[in-house]
């Protein structure tokens, strides 16, 4: 990737490092130097399901995307924009726990100003889970064909 301007937005779509998730790889799949090269290559944004290594799967998705940006000067805020993840995701960059987000496609932003203020190289981990609900029928749940 290129060094884009850090006035610029960064979009992060394309193609992103994924597995599904055990206890052992909880524990380290988000750190720096991790070695994802077992993980599948899929696409973002996109339902797990869409993808053949994963539709089948119930448990959690751990994905990864490493990007390279250049410094923003002391006055420039940095913000990552996750557009919506089904149906809900824990987030982290540069090994730093970011939060989490809930509820299908809806809209959250995090202040990452100090994390790309300090290096230039970075990863990005998302562990999304989007469990079936059950029972068909006792469905309360807004998404659809997603479940």
């Known amino acids: 990737m290129s060094d884009p301007s850090p006035a610029k937005d960064l979009d ?5 490092r994924a597995r599904c998730a055990d206890d052992e790889l909880r524990r380290r ?10 993980f599948a290559a899929t696409e973002v944004p996109g339902h797990w399901r869409n993808d053949p290594n994963f539709a ?11 990007f390279t940006t250049t410094r923003p000067d002391t006055s420039t805020r940095s913000w990552l924009e996750l557009d919506g ?9 540069d090994e730093t726990y970011l939060g989490n987000t809930d509820g299908a496609w809806v809209p959250h932003r995090f202040d990452v100003t100090e994390a790309i203020a300090a290096r230039t ?3 990005l981990a998302v562990e999304v889970t989007s469990p079936p609900l059950g029972d ?12």
Request: net charge negative.
């Open 121 to 123: 190289d970075h990863v």
């Open 56 to 66: 089948a799967n119930d448990d959690p998705v751990l994905y990864r995307r490493q």
């Open 136 to 147: 068909p029928s006792a469905k309360k749940g807004l998404l659809g064909t997603w479940q």
């Open 12 to 16: 992060l779509s394309g193609s992103w």
């Open 29 to 38: 799949w988000y750190t720096d130097g991790f070695d994802d090269s077992d």
């Open 85 to 93: 993840v089904c149906s809900q995701g824990d987030i982290w960059l």
